[in-house]
């Protein structure tokens, strides 16, 4: 059972999982596969008003369901994570799945009505800062609570303080991936408001690992590169498409990645093989940073 399932017994909450051709679709669907009960948080309204449109919850849940192992559970919750009142109610819900989570994926992100500094604005900066940035360090806050038992916030860390670990573990107590970008690799023309809000949590990855270890908690960030989720598609498409076919021939692999691409390194690196890479951003792109 370890070797096939290796995941079982565990639960994850995948953030950010409302269309089928999505990357937290494929993560869930994968930590599916591994035994692993999941429990998907989706916002069908963000995908509505984008070109690509929304997807066929029911199909979502339908698709997860259909990967899980024998035994592993399903659950899911459409929420707002812009405010912040909807963060913990999320994370209540999926510990009700199983009575724990022990894998946070922070896959969700604002997409669409960037812009460049030029045309930046305070309103702006501040909705994708939300999304993106604010609610992923709250739900990862409540997260590594729960893990320690923790009822409400702790008292503020001073600068360089250490908090109190309650170590040592024979093996990772929980595990938190959050989603990056390719910000640190090229220019991110039109999408100012985008890059910051997950350039912030690049940076922060190692003070909020560092801090995690000490509960036995292990974060780390994945940049998955350029991904057709669909926004590459003609006809649902929010840029150029000259410029992705001429970005297209400079890859190495002649394609951009697939949704599976992150999804099995996010899945390798829940698994007990992954235990010792921690506090890393990773870059899944098949060498497309490099061209």
């Not at 070797?3 to 993560?27: K, Q, W």
């Not at 309204?45 to 035994?71: F, K, M, N, Y």
């Not at 498409?241 to 692999?253: G, H, K, N, S, V």
Request: glycine share 14%.
């Amino acid at each position: 059972m370890p070797e096939t399932f290796p995941l079982a017994g565990r639960t994850a909450l995948v953030t950010g999982v409302s269309r089928r051709r999505g990357i937290g679709y494929a993560v869930a669907a994968r930590l599916a596969r591994l035994g692993a009960s999941v429990f998907i948080h989706h916002f069908r309204p963000h995908d509505l008003e984008q070109p690509w449109g929304g997807d066929d919850l029911d199909a979502v849940r339908s698709g997860i369901r259909s990967a899980l192992a024998p035994g592993a559970r399903f659950g899911d919750l459409g929420a707002d994570l812009a405010d912040p009142s909807e963060i913990q109610p999320l994370l209540d819900a999926a510990r009700g799945l199983t009575g724990s989570v022990d894998i946070l994926v922070c896959n969700h992100a604002k997409s669409g009505g960037d812009g460049g500094i030029l045309d930046m604005t305070a309103e702006r900066l501040d909705e994708f800062w939300a999304i993106d940035t604010r609610s992923t360090l709250l739900l990862t806050g409540a997260f590594a609570r729960a893990v320690a038992g923790v009822d409400g916030p702790r008292e503020a860390l001073r600068p360089g303080e250490r908090p109190a670990s309650d170590g040592p573990f024979a093996e990772p107590r929980g595990r938190v991936f959050w989603m990056t970008s390719g910000q640190v690799h090229a220019p991110m023309r039109g999408e100012v408001a985008y890059a910051t809000s997950k350039a912030a949590l690049a940076g922060i990855t190692p003070t909020v690992a560092a801090e995690l270890l000490g509960l036995g908690i292990i974060l780390n960030t994945v940049n998955p590169g350029p991904v057709n989720t669909g926004y590459m598609d003609a006809g649902a498409s929010d840029r150029d498409l000259d410029e992705l076919d001429r970005r297209l021939a400079e890859t190495p692999f002649g394609r951009f990645g697939r949704p599976a691409d992150p999804a099995e390194l996010i899945a390798w690196l829940a698994g007990p093989a992954g235990a010792w890479v921690v506090g890393q951003v990773l870059t899944s792109d098949g060498g497309f940073s490099l061209g």
